[in-house]
Every structure is written in structure tokens, then in C-alpha cells.
């Protein structure tokens, strides 16, 4: 059989026996504080392991069951796979007892052993009593189904027989996921002389090894495992289902906090809002109202927030599941569906409990829309919780979409994988993804925009990629962007002339309203030669607004049909072109302004322009006061 790793949870009532039966099936006694001691109540949770010999690595813990220490019994049941419930013979099912179980049923804790404990105490006839008393208890509970033991933990009687109820159930549970991203929520710190910071925990899911990087959140603080120890044993490694602790170098135990996370990658985020399924108990003391304060545990943390509903403004009994949203004083580390626990900070109750939908929720509309987008969140498949975060973020590389779905990697990118493959998904570089729905909007709109920019400037060369960008860059980011215009580029959809996009057979020209009058302005600077005007001289008689002559000008300049002289003058191409000719058949391989305005027979005022024009096309190289022809 392959390892495998498993945590057992001792719950029940104070004083129902559930150390001494956790000593008399590990010998070991999980009360190890002087005051635990001295009262006889656990007030932390314990741990032992428990020996198992086909492969299975079983650590049992003790959680405190005294009504005052709720929130220790809460970060203990926290992650256990099994909880066996410990009722005593004498006693029965007790008001804490009924906490514990709702506890367990939000925690989503599925399977349950009943050891009704305690029975050396009481006679046969009423053992079968409290047994059926017990059974009546659990009725309409998912515990209901329960196999019974009854055990004795002085005399020893019924002890095996629970060990091995145990393994037979541990036989029905899925044990976690070593494969996943390490993750530890560390429920103590302490120190220990010459060996420095110790954190430990449960972990979650993935595997530790000494030396590996480890991250702390919320903090972001790194350190390096130095040691792992599992049950005082020195291990080189831990993995998901073990009781753990790790001596950490680089940090100081004032640095760390139960509630903290210690994690190894960066899948993980931080957050302060959640949005949440939440299930609450039966028997609420008063209504639980819109933004009151709450305190949640969930994982070993426990932090104070508000409560915010989207349907409602109250909760006074209901048997509903609820969604809405937890907003919090401090930042947490969750994933989706972790499970929690939701208490009342004063008068001191629990309200309910279930799981994490979201990490990472927003800020949403009161209304019946919210709830139906939270539901469908609840309810997606990993396709459809990858489709709603891009809905929402656009691109995301691998890394972020673990994040932002919290789903395990090898998940993610069989989902990537189906949905690139159906066509819901493309890929581009640094394994970004977005979807095919936003590329396909982009390309449309990108065409719509150049037919309607086409229509209202058809002298310009075309649309400026950086207006494109800009115009989208409110809803995408940049490389999305950037991305949808490439490829559009690339496949003929669009072309690109130095920075300007247009449609493939897209050419600037006059526009037809004012293509006569245009044209009588062209033909006006052609036949002025080099002598030409200024260019408001050419347009201050037509009836051309002055937006259509600028445009005509840059028109004339971006089509090469005239260059610009100076910042008021253009001279038409065929005048450049006569004129370069009757300077150069005129002059030898180097000349002067003399020479030059000898050929030409122009003034000054349009001699050195010129000249200088020449000089920007390359056609000469000045050298002091004179000009060389360019090969």
C-alpha cells in the first residue's frame, strides 16, 4: 500500500475521556501544560501518533472540549480526516457536544466514530440506555450512521476494537494531496534554547523538505526549514496529513503568529474579503444583521470582520445556505472551498459555518444579480471558474490563475489544456491566457473603430496603434492588446504602416465632398514651382474649414505628393523633383549657395530650404559652406 497520511480528531464534551482514551490508544498524554495539568481540562490541542503497520501514518489529536477554549477546539478539528466522537456512558450527549457537532458538520468533516466512553462506570442496562439516548442525539445529523464502540480507557476494555474501527474507516477516506502546493497553517510558535524558532502544524496539502524556500504569510517574510521533525522524529521531509513541526532559520518568534501560513510557492493569496456559502446553525440567540461584526475562524486563524448579505439585511432562522460575503479587519491566506467556522464576538456564540467560494471577492450590488453570480461561482466546474476570472482580470499566466481559482496546478492546466483545445482559451507568450470571447470582441470592435475612422479621415494613413490601445486599455491590459492587434496584423486582417493601423486595402484619399476644391489647391502648388506660397494663402479663399486644410496638408505630406519647405510652405513632389534634377545637371560634385541659386535662379527665401531639404533626404552632405551630391 502506498503512504499515506491521516489526522484523527478526539471531540466531545469537558471530562468525557477523551485524553485518557487518546493515551490508552498511543500512549501518549497530549496534556502537556503545567496548567492542563493542575485543572484536568486541555486547554491547547495535543497530538500523538498512532501505529499503524500497513503503510498509514495516523496522528491523533486531542482536541480541548471546556466551552472557554472553543476557538483552540476549532483550529484543532481544522483539517483532521476522521473525528471520533467521545460521549461518556454516565453523562450522555451534552449541550458542548451538540456545538462539536455542528462544528464538525460545517468543517466538513464526513465520517464520524461514536466511543461512548467511560462504561466500566455504569451496569449493562444502562449502558443500552445511553447508547439509544446517544443514537436519538444524533439523529438528523451526518452523523447519524456512525458506527458505535464502547470502550473503557482504565480497564482497556473496547480499546482495540476502536483502533481498529479506525483503520477500517481511515479505509474510506481520500488522503490528501501531496502534489499540490505545500501549505501549513501554524497553530503554535515557540522556541527552543540553542535551536531558534519552531513552528508547527498540520499540513494541509503538499510536501516540505529541509532547505527548500518557505514563505510566511500574510507577511511575505522567507525563511528555510533547518529541521522537520514529525512526532519528534527527525524527518528530511513532511507531507499533507502530518503533524509537523519545523525549525526555521532568519526569524524571530515575535515575527509569527498562529494564523500564519507557511507556504513554499507563490499560488497562494492574500486577502480581506471572501465571499462565502455560509450555513447557519438552527437555535440563533438574535437575528444576525446586515454588517454586524463577526469573527471567523478558518484554518488556525481567527480574525474579526463584518458580515455583508446581498439579499437580505437579517438572518433570523433559516435552513437556507446563504452566499454572501465576509469582509475582515485583517488579511488571511485561504483557498477556494476551505472550510470555516463563523462565531458571534459578543453575547459569545457560534452562528454558523461553510466554505470559502472565493478568496478574493469584490465589492458588489445588493441585489438578486450578485447572489445568482455568486452561485454560479459555488456551483463552476474548473472551466468555468477559469472562464470567470478572466472574465474578470482578462490575462493571467498560470500562476495567477491558481490564485485567483485556487485550484491545485495539475487541475489548472488540465482544465488550460481541454479549454485551449475546444477553442475557449488561446495562449500567448510567458503562458498567459485569456479568452477567446475577449479576442474575438477586440478584433470586431478594432475593425468597427477602423471602418468608422476610415470614413471620417480618409486622407490620413490611418488609425495610431497607440490610440487603438488606448481606446481599449480601460477593460484590457496592454499585452492583451497588444496581442489582438499582432495577430490581426500577421494575418492579414489589418495592416501596419510605421505606426499608423488600417484596413488592407485601405489607401488615404481626397474626400469626395471636397475633392474638386482639393484638387484645384494641388494643382495650384504644383504650378508655383519653388515659388510658392504660404499654405494658408492656398486654402484662405476655398471654403474648406481650417480642420480640412491641416488635413490636406498632412494628407499631401504622408502620401510623399509634397514636402514640407518650412513650417508654412510645401512644395509639390513634381517641383522638388524638377528642381533636384536642374541643380544637379548644373552643378559639379561639390557647390555653393552662388552655384545653387545661379541654377535654380530663386531667392534666398526658398534657396536655403531647399537646400536644407536636400540635405535631410540625403541627396547632399554640407561640408562648412559648401554641398557634396551623395552617391
Not at 515557540?190 to 507577511?219: A, D, N, W
Not at 459555518?353 to 453570480?373: D, H, L, N, S
Request: hydrophobic residues 35%; charged residues 30%; proline residues 3%.
Amino acid at each position: 500500500m502506498d503512504e499515506a497520511y491521516y489526522t484523527i480528531g478526539m471531540a466531545g464534551h469537558i471530562d468525557h475521556g477523551k485524553t485518557t482514551l487518546t493515551k490508552a490508544m498511543t500512549h501518549v498524554d497530549t496534556d502537556r501544560l503545567k496548567e492542563e495539568k493542575e485543572r484536568k481540562v486541555s486547554i491547547e490541542s495535543g497530538y500523538a501518533p498512532l501505529e499503524v503497520k500497513d503503510g498509514r501514518h495516523v496522528s491523533i489529536v486531542d482536541v480541548p472540549g471546556h466551552e472557554r477554549f472553543i476557538r483552540q477546539m476549532i483550529a484543532g478539528v481544522a483539517g483532521i480526516d476522521l473525528v471520533v466522537l467521545v460521549i461518556a456512558a454516565d453523562e450522555g450527549v451534552m449541550p458542548q457536544t451538540k456545538e462539536h457537532l455542528q462544528i464538525l458538520e460545517f468543517l466538513g468533516v464526513q465520517r464520524c466514530i461514536v466511543a461512548v466512553s467511560k462504561i466500566d462506570r455504569v451496569d449493562q442496562e444502562l449502558l443500552d440506555i445511553a447508547t439509544e439516548d446517544i443514537k436519538e442525539g444524533l439523529e438528523g445529523t451526518i452523523f447519524a450512521e456512525a458506527p458505535f464502540v464502547r470502550v473503557d480507557s482504565v480497564s482497556g476494555h473496547g480499546v482495540d476494537e476502536l483502533k481498529q474501527t479506525i483503520f477500517s474507516e481511515l479505509g474510506k477516506v481520500n488522503h490528501r494531496d501531496a502534489y499540490g502546493s505545500f501549505r501549513l497553517p501554524i497553530d503554535q510558535v515557540f522556541t527552543v534554547q540553542g535551536q531558534g524558532t519552531i513552528v508547527r502544524g498540520t499540513i494541509y496539502e503538499g510536501v516540505v523538505q529541509k532547505g527548500s524556500q518557505l514563505t510566511i504569510l500574510p507577511e511575505g517574510l522567507n525563511v528555510k526549514p533547518r529541521q522537520i521533525q514529525v512526532h519528534h522524529k527527525d524527518k528530511d521531509q513532511a507531507r499533507a496529513g502530518q503533524r509537523t513541526a519545523i525549525n526555521l532559520g532568519g526569524i524571530d518568534k515575535n515575527q509569527i503568529q498562529r494564523g500564519d501560513v507557511l507556504v513554499t510557492s507563490d499560488h497562494f493569496l492574500v486577502t480581506n474579503t471572501i465571499d462565502v456559502s455560509l450555513q447557519f446553525v438552527d437555535d440563533l440567540t438574535s437575528p444576525v444583521k446586515q454588517r454586524s461584526p463577526v469573527k471567523i475562524h478558518v484554518g488556525t486563524s481567527e480574525v474579526m470582520g463584518k458580515i455583508v448579505f446581498f439579499d437580505r439585511n437579517e438572518v433570523n432562522q433559516t435552513n437556507d445556505t446563504v452566499l454572501c460575503q465576509v469582509r475582515l479587519e485583517e488579511d488571511i491566506v485561504v483557498r477556494r472551498g476551505d472550510r470555516f467556522i463563523l462565531r458571534r464576538p459578543t453575547p459569545v456564540e457560534t452562528l454558523g459555518g461553510g466554505w470559502v467560494i472565493q478568496p478574493k471577492g469584490g465589492k458588489y450590488r445588493f441585489g438578486e444579480a450578485t447572489v445568482e453570480m455568486l452561485r454560479k461561482k459555488k456551483e463552476g466546474t474548473p472551466e468555468d471558474l477559469i472562464e470567470d476570472v478572466l472574465t474578470k482580470y482578462k490575462l493571467l499566466d498560470v500562476k495567477q490563475l491558481i490564485q485567483y481559482t485556487s485550484l491545485d496546478e495539475p487541475e489548472i492546466k488540465a482544465a488550460i489544456y481541454k479549454e485551449v483545445e475546444a477553442g475557449q482559451l488561446f495562449e500567448m507568450a510567458g503562458n498567459r491566457y485569456g479568452l477567446m470571447k475577449d479576442f474575438t470582441k477586440i478584433k470586431d470592435e478594432v475593425t468597427e473603430q477602423l471602418h468608422g475612422y476610415h470614413e471620417n479621415y480618409p486622407m490620413r494613413l490611418g488609425i495610431s496603434k497607440a490610440e487603438v490601445v488606448q481606446t481599449f486599455s480601460g477593460v484590457y491590459p496592454k499585452l492583451f492588446i497588444e496581442h489582438t492587434l499582432n495577430t490581426m496584423i500577421a494575418s492579414g486582417d489589418i495592416k501596419k504602416d510605421e505606426q499608423f493601423l488600417a484596413w488592407p486595402d485601405f489607401n488615404p484619399h481626397l474626400p469626395a465632398k471636397w475633392k474638386v476644391r482639393m484638387e484645384e489647391i494641388i494643382t495650384h502648388l504644383e504650378k508655383d514651382g519653388l515659388n510658392v506660397m504660404k499654405w494658408d494663402d492656398y486654402v484662405k479663399d476655398t471654403p474648406l474649414s481650417k480642420e480640412n486644410a491641416t488635413e490636406l496638408n498632412t494628407y499631401l505630406i504622408n502620401t510623399k505628393q509634397a514636402y514640407r519647405l518650412t513650417d508654412e510652405m510645401l512644395i509639390h513632389h513634381t517641383a522638388f523633383d524638377a528642381a533636384l534634377s536642374q541643380l544637379r545637371a548644373q552643378t559639379d560634385e561639390a557647390f555653393g549657395l552662388k552655384e545653387a541659386k545661379d541654377a535654380l535662379g530663386v531667392s534666398r527665401k526658398y534657396l536655403i530650404p531647399f537646400l536644407e531639404l536636400l540635405d535631410q533626404f540625403k541627396v547632399t552632405t554640407r561640408v562648412d559652406d559648401r554641398r557634396k551630391w551623395k552617391k
